[in-house]
């Protein structure tokens, strides 16, 4: 049985950096994706950045290239999301997933039916 847990989130200044960590048990990195969301009240959720089977491929939303990084500790069975150069509209709350990818057309798909309970980021101007 796959369990996600975030933890890290918190109140910070615009301009400065978080890391978030889900915690993970159940999940073979080497066969997943794993993924960070976000969600504001009243708004779809995003997909921030996955991290694909331990590291070979990542994607990210346009709205936080080249300030967030998603990474992977093995070691100890933990997904990372450095954030930096935080903005306001990035306050959210962060949601891990996870999910076996599989190959469509190839590419990596997941379907994320393992979800943690969500930590709440706010970035203040």
């Known amino acids: 049985q796959v369990q996600l847990v975030e933890s890290g989130g918190g109140s910070v200044q615009a301009g400065g950096s978080l890391r978030l960590s889900c915690t993970t048990s159940?999940?073979?990195?080497?066969?997943?994706?794993m993924a960070w969301f976000r969600q504001v009240p009243g708004k779809e959720r995003e997909r921030v950045a996955v991290?694909?089977?331990?590291?070979?491929?990542?994607y990210y939303a346009d709205s936080v290239k080249g300030r967030f990084t998603i990474s992977t500790d093995n070691a100890k069975n933990m997904v990372i999301l450095q954030m930096n150069s935080l903005k306001p509209e990035d306050t959210a709350m962060y949601y891990c997933?996870?999910?076996?990818?599989?190959?469509?057309?190839?590419?990596?798909?997941?379907?994320?039916?393992?979800w943690g309970q969500g930590t709440q980021v706010t970035v203040s101007s």
């Open positions: 997933a996870a999910d076996p990818v599989y190959f469509l057309h190839g590419m990596p798909r997941c379907e994320y039916s393992s």
């Open positions: 159940g999940v073979t990195y080497g066969s997943a994706c």
């Open positions: 991290i694909y089977r331990g590291g070979q491929s990542t």
